[in-house]
């Protein structure tokens, strides 16, 4: 039931924000925005926290004004993730967040100004090794852009994306990512496929404005599925007019689901019907929400009923086939236990924590092994 990922990645130029690799070889990163007020640093350095304690490997802050540049600067002495920093039309607000410790620029050189705005800012970068992302977003193309094609299209996105792209290439700049999303699924993908023929830098996925947690949660994962199993992409926000949190959680799943990185516990659970043994939707509600902080790739199969439920438990690290008059665990493919349904929930966690802590031991084995053979 374990199929190998038959994903090939497009190759890319490797890029460093802060500490975390995009592009090449490195992981898949996942991203997300505070949607708190930049000035107010106490909120914005918790919603950082808690995103960064949901998974996170970059989180990006709006930086719309010199007063927020300030409060980045604080904000960026009381984190440690990665942090990338929005700006739009002010080129003196990315000089200021480049010296205050900023990671990635997230600007369009386009909407800078003059060319010696632009100039100073990539010059600034360069010096200071900070990457740039450029953003196209269908919602705020060039104005002669709209006119030409009337209204957003796969082509306008990235005409305008290589505009930008040009701008660097000239400056003989070359540490960027680029975007290129859109609110419409078809219409980011199309846009995505064509720009990953065009250049070698690493893409930035996302479908923009994507909705509420579940309309923008299946919008997200039919999009980036979709160019992640093209092997296009690089690092992803699932946006989501949501908590943070939740877009991380969301992309964690995405990435595990398509066997491109592993974190924490993947559920195989049924949908339950009139034959389960016990309350599966129940189970799973509180489970999911109990081993939220294990970090371990594990693979844990709930099944309500002896029909599948054996052929997933065998399959999983560890696995719970629902029975009469008891429901039995499989541990590492073996019947292992036998549990009844009156404090199911508190002894799957029991067990899930102890076949964690097991593997994580065994990982750490596994690594000294290595190091000792090198």
């Not at 996105?157 to 859109?182: C, G, P, T, W």
């Not at 996925?205 to 309309?215: D, H, M, P, Y």
């Not at 696995?319 to 009156?342: H, V």
């Not at 593997?359 to 000294?368: G, I, W, Y």
Request: contains cysteine; glycine residues 8%; hydrophobic residues 40%.
């Amino acid at each position: 039931m374990h199929c190998e990922s038959p994903i090939k990645r497009r190759k890319s130029r490797q890029i460093m924000v802060g500490n975390v690799a995009v592009g090449g070889d490195a992981p898949i990163s996942v991203q997300s925005m505070t949607n708190t007020e930049t000035t107010d640093v106490t909120a914005t350095v918790a919603q950082i926290n808690r995103i960064q304690t949901a998974g996170a490997d970059i989180v990006r802050v709006s930086v719309p004004s010199m007063e927020a540049a300030e409060a980045f600067g604080e904000i960026r002495k009381q984190v440690n993730i990665p942090l990338v920093a929005d700006i739009h039309f002010d080129y003196r607000i990315a000089l200021r967040v480049a010296d205050l410790g900023v990671d990635c620029l997230r600007i369009n050189p386009g909407n800078i100004g003059r060319e010696k705005r632009i100039r100073a800012v990539v010059d600034k970068a360069r010096d200071m090794n900070i990457p740039i992302r450029i953003g196209v977003n269908a919602g705020s193309l060039e104005k002669d852009l709209q006119k030409k094609y009337g209204e957003p299209t796969p082509e306008a996105l990235v005409e305008s994306a290589m505009r930008h792209v040009d701008i660097l290439d000239q400056l003989n700049f070359y540490d960027f990512k680029v975007s290129v999303k859109a609110s419409d699924v078809f219409m980011a993908v199309a846009a995505y496929r064509q720009l990953a023929t065009r250049i070698d830098q690493p893409l930035h996925l996302g479908i923009t404005e994507a909705g509420g947690l579940r309309s923008g949660t299946v919008k997200s994962a039919v999009g980036l599925g979709a160019l992640l199993m093209d092997g296009i992409g690089d690092t992803i926000r699932i946006s989501l007019a949501a908590d943070p949190v939740e877009e991380i959680k969301v992309g964690w799943d995405l990435l595990k689901s398509l066997k491109l990185r592993s974190k924490g516990v993947n559920f195989i659970a049924c949908p339950s019907c009139s034959r389960q043994n016990f309350d599966v939707i129940k189970t799973m509600n509180e489970l999911e929400q109990r081993v939220e902080d294990i970090t371990v790739p594990l693979d844990v199969a709930v099944i309500g009923c002896v029909v599948n439920g054996p052929g997933e438990a065998k399959e999983a690290d560890l696995g719970l086939a629902g029975g009469t008059p008891n429901n039995l665990i499989y541990i590492d493919g073996e019947p292992n236990q036998k549990l009844g349904n009156e404090t199911l929930v508190d002894d799957l966690e029991r067990l899930i924590r102890q076949k964690a802590e097991k593997k994580l031991a065994q990982m750490a084995e596994d690594e000294r092994n290595i190091i000792a053979r090198a």
